[in-house]
């Protein structure tokens, strides 16, 4: 089985910054894609960034250059840096992987919990 476990949501002001990291453990061969969605109270969750297996990555127009996504590859670990944070940005955010498991040559998508990240205007 395999895991992702978030941390570092919170409450923040309007121009704060928060870090979100997300740990990937069990079984697991290797990690392709990483990511992070959110899904704000009566909406549709949505991709906030992507980084492939190759660093590249891509973002939603909304938070072009204000979050920066990346990945530690040797501990399973992608990151968002989330600054000038606006109070739109106010969501569960949630980690997404690509996974290749132990157990199969076939990826399955693994998603974290969720962590409420709220910025007060």
Known sequence: QVQLVESGGGLVEAGG???LSCAASGSIRS???????????????ELVARITGGSNTNYADSVKGRFT??????KN???????????????????????FPLQSWFPSD???????VTVSS
Do not use: F
């Open 17 to 19: 910054s928060l870090r």
């Open 31 to 45: 990690i392709n894609a990483m990511g992070w969605y959110r899904q704000a109270p009566g909406k549709q969750r």
């Open 69 to 74: 996504i990346s990945r530690e590859n040797a």
């Open 77 to 99: 670990t992608v990151y968002l840096q989330m600054n000038s944070l606006k109070p739109e940005d106010t969501a569960v955010y949630y980690c997404h992987a690509v996974i």
């Open 110 to 116: 693994a998603w974290g919990q969720g962590t409420q």
